[in-house]
């Protein structure tokens, strides 16, 4: 009992200590994009999404457990702690959600809450049978289904403690881990929502051999305007003030005598109440020589209550083999103005104005929320980027990924109406089953989702002999299009004979054997001879949108890292979604040929999207 009693307060006491110590950052996920790389997927064991500050994941299987893991940076020999912030929504409530680390394809750990109240710790190793490292306890601490949990596993001279919303649950002695691997694992059949995931303690580098150059800070920009495209919602008062998202345009100069390299840099924040919102985006650091600078974008977001004089960061400069050539800190004064005319200099850091010009709104995150109701709504989004035998659809996956996203945060859809594959899973056979009479797509209408969207994104070729159009699908081959692609009348034909009351059908894709470079992917480099014929549709409950008339090529729009025109259709709905607006087909072709034929234009390039709608003042994505 003593001893008991003397672990929780030191436990206390050095939880205490280590959150008041400068701590490393190693990962702080908020799931506002998926730049860590997190699964995500939808299949018959489990769905995963990254959208708009959820992690959102579904174990599907009454047995067994899956794990949402990455790999991380820790370096195991220095004490570190690991956090989870999730909500399970529904599932057996004898089963749960934790946290899973030291994984490798040999075993891992976990450390897991119940929805009926308990905790346990677990370690599972190949060809073994699993064990309990706690066996389940009952506990005050924990919430049940449908609330939120913080947990937390935390490692301090050899020994694991653990936490539960804050309170000390349990300690064991720390095992030797299986690999590097971290991350979520669900139990059981389970739905849940994850809205942190963070890693703390020290990073894992190797030190860089041979690296003679010294890369000093400098000196660092403000831009705290108020952005349009909404990345920065500052005041415009030149000072870094509480609940500010702030642009620091940080310069580093090598004093060194040689050059760089061709390095990363790694920002990292030290200070509390502050987020780093491109944390996990590596910059390239040029071949910067003696006397010369390289000039860094870091945008940050300062917590509302947040009370300190100044943040503080940290700068790692590796190579990318993880290896470590140098590390930086530099300070960053709040409350002051820093106007041009009111230059501060503090320990030899020169402050400056910048107001630059913003640039293309990110489409990709901070969906807006919108009351449109899409519980009718059903959905096919299909994206190959990567084919089995032609070139790639360059962004077609994201292009499907961030569409999928919008009609999920945007338009409502609920998931489970929404049949989402990509590469491999687009396959010729796949694709079949999900528009065959009494497939997938049917089994969703039937249930009462009768307004259909289909999006495809990748490649389009047009069939010799019937001029007509066709989806390139993973493993299509332009010789043998007729057996292996799926043609757009085809899907039309089967979808129209679901009874449906609408479908809007939007093609990222030309049909004109060219890829998103303009380049042939037809055997020898062949050109297409036969000129696209668009299905002719009458049906005023029907809306067909393509992505150009069929003799040009589809662009993508780098800035967004999507096709053209998937980069104009998801500007509609943003803009539309932001405003509260109905966006209607009509609404949505003006927005798109104008945004594709200006930004064309001026890459001397003609692109003509097309539409055919008789009702396209009635369809509507937005309502």
Known sequence: MLRTLAVIILSVVFNFMLSAQVKETVLNEHFTDNLAGWPEDINNVYTASVNSGVYYIEHKRNYGSKCFDIPTQLYPGTNYFIELKSKIKSGDASNGIGIVWGKSDFGYFSFVVTGDGKFYARKIQKGEQGEYLIEPKSSQHVQKTGNINTIRVQYSEGELMFFINGKYVAHIPSQKYFGDNAGVILYGRQVAEVYNFGIYGSKNYEPLLGYNAKMKFSHCSIDDNVDPSGVLFGNGDCRIQPGETVKLNVTLRNQGFQKTGNLLVNFYVISDYVKILNQNVPQPLNDVSRNQSQTFDLII???????????????????????????LTFSIPTRTYITPANKTNDDGITFTLSLRESNTGDINRDFPITTNSGKDICAVVIGVESYLSCPK?????????????????????????????????????????????????????????????????GL????????????????????????????VLEMYNAITAMKTISLICLFESNFNGLDRAGNSFLPNNQQQKTAVQFPSIKNESTCMFYASGGSEFNPIEETTFHGMFTHYILSALKNYGENRKTLDMENLYEAVFRGMTKNAAQKNLTVFPKMDCTGRYDIKLLK
């Open 301 to 327: 977001k300062v917590n509302e209550f947040c009370n300190l004089d100044n943040l503080k960061f940290k700068i790692d400069i590796t190579d990318d083999k993880e290896r470590l050539a140098e590390s």
């Open 393 to 457: 659809a360059l962004y077609a996956k994201n292009d499907a990924q961030i569409f999928y996203n919008y009609l999920v945060k945007v338009v409502n859809v609920p998931r489970q109406n929404i049949i989402y594959v990509t590469d491999k899973q687009a396959n010729r056979y796949r694709i079949g089953r999900i528009f065959a009479p009494g497939g997938e797509l049917q089994t969703i209408i039937e249930n009462g989702a009768r307004n259909v969207v289909v999006y495809f994104s």
């Open 460 to 487: 389009g070729i047009t069939s010799p002999k019937m001029s007509q159009p066709y989806m390139m699908l993973y493993d299509t081959e332009a010789a043998t299009l007729l057996k292996t692609g799926y043609g």
